[in-house]
C-alpha cells in the first residue's frame, strides 16, 4: 500500500503545514465565489427543501425574510418551496456554516486564507444564543438582530481588522486548546483572546462610542463568538486535501439535519450520506431525546482537523455540557489516534502529556477498527424556532465511510491500480 | 519452563476477546489488562475483502 501511504502523507503535510488566517471581512454577495440573491447556502450535504428538518426550514424562512425576499413567514414558506430559491451546501462554496449554516447573499462573512495554499473559507459571524437563525428561530427579533449585526457589528469588526492586519487564527487555536477549548463546543479561551487581540483596534474605528459599547457587550456575551472562525480555519486548512489522488484521508464531516455526509481526498467533491443520528447527551430541563432533531451543522469540520470531539481530553469543562466524566473525555481523544494518521505539530493537548490532537481521519482505519469519529455537539429541537435543547456526544454513520472504502477500491480498479 | 512451574509464579494477564475473561481475573487480584480486540470490520465479510485488497498493493 506504500503509494497510498506516500499519498497520505502529501495529505498530512498540507493539514499539518495550514496557516488559516483573518484577512478581512466582506458580504457574501461579493465574497462567496458563486453567491448570488436567490442561493441559500446551508449545512451539510446537498439536500432539497422538501427533505429539509424543522430547525434548517426555519433558517431557511428566517434567511429569506432578512434577505427581502419575502415580508412574512407564510410569504417565505412558499417562496422556499417554489423552485425559485437555489439550495446549496455552504462547503461547495468555500463555507462553513454552524447548525442550520444558512448563508445569503447580504450576510457579512469572515475571509479566512490559508497562507500555505492560497485558498480561502468563509463563514458568518455567530449570532449568540437563544431564538438564533441557525437554531431555525425566524420571529422579528431574530431579524432585527440580524439586522444589527450587518448594519453595526460588521462594519466595525471590518474596519477594526483593517487597522489590526492579518490575524493568525491557527496561533490563537493552538494556544486555546492549552487553555480549555476544544474550538467546537468550548470557545471561551479563544472568544476572550479574540477580543483582547481586536480590543484596541476596535476603539481606533470611526465609530460611536456607544456602538463600540454594544460591540464589546455582545462579543462579551457570546462564548461561542469564535467557532466562527475556528469552523472557516479548519475548513480552510483542509480543502486543499481534496485534491489529493488516491489519499483516503477525510476531508469533509458535515451534517443537514437530514443526512450526514463525508468527502475523501481520492474521491473529490463525491458525498457520501447517510441518515444523521439523534444525539446521545444532557438535556435542558423540559426537554428529552423525543425532542431532537437528528444531527446538524458544518461545526464537525473542526472534528475533521482533529479538535472538538477529538481533543475533549483537553476541555475537561466540557462533559458538564455533552455529559460524561473527564476521564471519557481523555477516553475518547485516545481512541481517536486509532483512525487518525498523525499527531497535529500545532495542537498539543497538555492532559495528553502534550501529544498532538488525533490528525488525519482515515477511512480504512475507520471500517477496520469500526471506532468511529466523535462529534461533541448542541442538540436542536426538531421544530423551527425553538432553540437549542441540549448537548451530547455523536458519530457519523459507519455506512458514510464503508460506501466510500467501496468507491475507493472501485476507483482503484479503475486505474488500475487493484489485480 | 513446564505449565505448572508458570502458575506457581505471578502471573500478568493480557486478555483479549471476552471482557467477562479479565473480569474474572480482577475479582481475583490478578494482575490484568483488557485489550478491546475485534475483528477486522467487525467481521463484516465484504469490507474485509475491501481491505484486504487494499493490504496486498505494493
Same mark, same amino acid.
Given at each position: 500500500?506504500?503509494?497510498?501511504?506516500?499519498?497520505?502523507?502529501?495529505?498530512?503535510?498540507?493539514?499539518?503545514?495550514?496557516?488559516?488566517?483573518?484577512?478581512?471581512?466582506?458580504?457574501?454577495?461579493?465574497?462567496?465565489?458563486?453567491?448570488?440573491?436567490?442561493?441559500?447556502?446551508?449545512?451539510?450535504?446537498?439536500?432539497?427543501?422538501?427533505?429539509?428538518?424543522?430547525?434548517?426550514?426555519?433558517?431557511?424562512?428566517?434567511?429569506?425574510?432578512?434577505?427581502?425576499?419575502?415580508?412574512?413567514?407564510?410569504?417565505?414558506?412558499?417562496?422556499?418551496?417554489?423552485?425559485?430559491?437555489?439550495?446549496?451546501?455552504?462547503?461547495?462554496?468555500?463555507?462553513?456554516?454552524?447548525?442550520?449554516?444558512?448563508?445569503?447573499?447580504?450576510?457579512?462573512?469572515?475571509?479566512?486564507?490559508?497562507?500555505?495554499?492560497?485558498?480561502?473559507?468563509?463563514?458568518?459571524?455567530?449570532?449568540?444564543?437563544?431564538?438564533?437563525?441557525?437554531?431555525?428561530?425566524?420571529?422579528?427579533?431574530?431579524?432585527?438582530?440580524?439586522?444589527?449585526?450587518?448594519?453595526?457589528?460588521?462594519?466595525?469588526?471590518?474596519?477594526?481588522?483593517?487597522?489590526?492586519?492579518?490575524?493568525?487564527?491557527?496561533?490563537?487555536?493552538?494556544?486555546?486548546?492549552?487553555?480549555?477549548?476544544?474550538?467546537?463546543?468550548?470557545?471561551?479561551?479563544?472568544?476572550?483572546?479574540?477580543?483582547?487581540?481586536?480590543?484596541?483596534?476596535?476603539?481606533?474605528?470611526?465609530?460611536?462610542?456607544?456602538?463600540?459599547?454594544?460591540?464589546?457587550?455582545?462579543?462579551?456575551?457570546?462564548?461561542?463568538?469564535?467557532?466562527?472562525?475556528?469552523?472557516?480555519?479548519?475548513?480552510?486548512?483542509?480543502?486543499?486535501?481534496?485534491?489529493?489522488?488516491?489519499?483516503?484521508?477525510?476531508?469533509?464531516?458535515?451534517?443537514?439535519?437530514?443526512?450526514?455526509?463525508?468527502?475523501?481526498?481520492?474521491?473529490?467533491?463525491?458525498?457520501?450520506?447517510?441518515?444523521?443520528?439523534?444525539?446521545?447527551?444532557?438535556?435542558?430541563?423540559?426537554?428529552?431525546?423525543?425532542?431532537?432533531?437528528?444531527?446538524?451543522?458544518?461545526?464537525?469540520?473542526?472534528?475533521?482537523?482533529?479538535?472538538?470531539?477529538?481533543?475533549?481530553?483537553?476541555?475537561?469543562?466540557?462533559?458538564?455540557?455533552?455529559?460524561?466524566?473527564?476521564?471519557?473525555?481523555?477516553?475518547?481523544?485516545?481512541?481517536?489516534?486509532?483512525?487518525?494518521?498523525?499527531?497535529?505539530?500545532?495542537?498539543?493537548?497538555?492532559?495528553?502529556?502534550?501529544?498532538?490532537?488525533?490528525?488525519?481521519?482515515?477511512?480504512?482505519?475507520?471500517?477496520?477498527?469500526?471506532?468511529?469519529?466523535?462529534?461533541?455537539?448542541?442538540?436542536?429541537?426538531?421544530?423551527?424556532?425553538?432553540?437549542?435543547?441540549?448537548?451530547?456526544?455523536?458519530?457519523?454513520?459507519?455506512?458514510?465511510?464503508?460506501?466510500?472504502?467501496?468507491?475507493?477500491?472501485?476507483?482503484?480498479?479503475?486505474?488500475?491500480?487493484?489485480? | 519452563?513446564?505449565?505448572?512451574?508458570?502458575?506457581?509464579?505471578?502471573?500478568?494477564?493480557?486478555?483479549?476477546?471476552?471482557? @467477562?475473561?479479565?473480569? %474474572?481475573? *480482577?475479582?481475583?487480584?490478578?494482575?490484568?489488562?483488557?485489550?478491546?480486540? !475485534?475483528? @477486522?470490520?467487525?467481521? %463484516?465479510? *465484504?469490507?474485509?475483502?475491501?481491505?484486504?485488497?487494499?493490504?496486498?498493493? !505494493?
Amino acid at each position: 500500500m506504500q503509494f497510498i501511504e506516500d499519498a497520505n502523507k502529501k495529505a498530512l503535510e498540507i493539514i499539518q503545514n495550514a496557516q488559516p488566517t483573518l484577512v478581512g471581512m466582506g458580504v457574501a454577495r461579493d465574497t462567496i465565489p458563486g453567491m448570488h440573491d436567490k442561493l441559500v447556502l446551508h449545512a451539510g450535504p446537498p439536500i432539497t427543501w422538501e427533505k429539509m428538518s424543522g430547525p434548517l426550514r426555519g433558517a431557511v424562512i428566517g434567511g429569506l425574510i432578512y434577505q427581502g425576499l419575502a415580508s412574512n413567514p407564510e410569504e417565505a414558506e412558499k417562496l422556499a418551496a417554489s423552485g425559485e430559491i437555489e439550495y446549496a451546501p455552504c462547503h461547495e462554496h468555500n463555507a462553513v456554516g454552524p447548525m442550520a449554516g444558512v448563508v445569503t447573499a447580504s450576510m457579512p462573512v469572515f475571509i479566512i486564507e490559508n497562507k500555505s495554499q492560497g485558498n480561502f473559507a468563509y463563514c458568518t459571524m455567530n449570532e449568540g444564543l437563544g431564538k438564533v437563525l441557525r437554531f431555525g428561530a425566524y420571529e422579528p427579533s431574530v431579524i432585527k438582530h440580524l439586522n444589527w449585526m450587518e448594519k453595526t457589528l460588521y462594519p466595525i469588526l471590518k474596519e477594526a481588522l483593517e487597522i489590526y492586519g492579518p490575524m493568525d487564527i491557527k496561533n490563537l487555536m493552538a494556544q486555546s486548546v492549552q487553555m480549555g477549548d476544544e474550538c467546537h463546543n468550548r470557545n471561551k479561551a479563544t472568544t476572550s483572546l479574540f477580543i483582547r487581540e481586536l480590543a484596541s483596534s476596535i476603539l481606533q474605528t470611526n465609530s460611536s462610542k456607544e456602538d463600540q459599547i454594544k460591540v464589546f457587550d455582545f462579543l462579551n456575551s457570546n462564548d461561542h463568538f469564535t467557532l466562527n472562525l475556528s469552523m472557516p480555519a479548519a475548513k480552510a486548512s483542509l480543502e486543499p486535501v481534496g485534491k489529493v489522488k488516491d489519499s483516503t484521508i477525510v476531508y469533509t464531516m458535515c451534517r443537514n439535519g437530514t443526512e450526514f455526509g463525508i468527502r475523501v481526498a481520492a474521491l473529490g467533491n463525491r458525498w457520501f450520506t447517510a441518515p444523521a443520528e439523534i444525539i446521545d447527551g444532557l438535556y435542558f430541563p423540559g426537554y428529552s431525546m423525543e425532542d431532537a432533531n437528528p444531527d446538524i451543522g458544518d461545526s464537525s469540520i473542526t472534528e475533521t482537523l482533529g479538535l472538538g470531539g477529538f481533543s475533549m481530553a483537553t476541555a475537561p469543562a466540557i462533559v458538564q455540557f455533552v455529559g460524561g466524566t473527564s476521564q471519557d473525555a481523555v477516553n475518547y481523544t485516545t481512541q481517536m489516534y486509532e483512525i487518525t494518521t498523525e499527531e497535529s505539530g500545532s495542537y498539543k493537548l497538555p492532559p495528553m502529556n502534550f501529544r498532538g490532537s488525533p490528525t488525519g481521519i482515515d477511512i480504512r482505519k475507520v471500517v477496520d477498527t469500526q471506532i468511529r469519529p466523535v462529534i461533541n455537539t448542541g442538540i436542536a429541537h426538531k421544530d423551527a424556532g425553538v432553540g437549542q435543547v441540549g448537548a451530547g456526544v455523536v458519530n457519523p454513520p459507519m455506512k458514510c465511510f464503508e460506501d466510500a472504502l467501496e468507491a475507493y477500491v472501485a476507483l482503484l480498479e479503475e486505474e488500475g491500480m487493484l489485480e | 519452563m513446564s505449565l505448572n512451574d508458570l502458575f506457581a509464579k505471578e502471573l500478568k494477564v493480557v486478555n483479549m476477546g471476552l471482557e @467477562s475473561f479479565y473480569d %474474572d481475573l *480482577k475479582k481475583q487480584d490478578v494482575s490484568a489488562i483488557h485489550v478491546q480486540w !475485534k475483528p @477486522s470490520a467487525g467481521g %463484516d465479510k *465484504k469490507m474485509s475483502s475491501l481491505l484486504g485488497r487494499l493490504k496486498g498493493l !505494493k
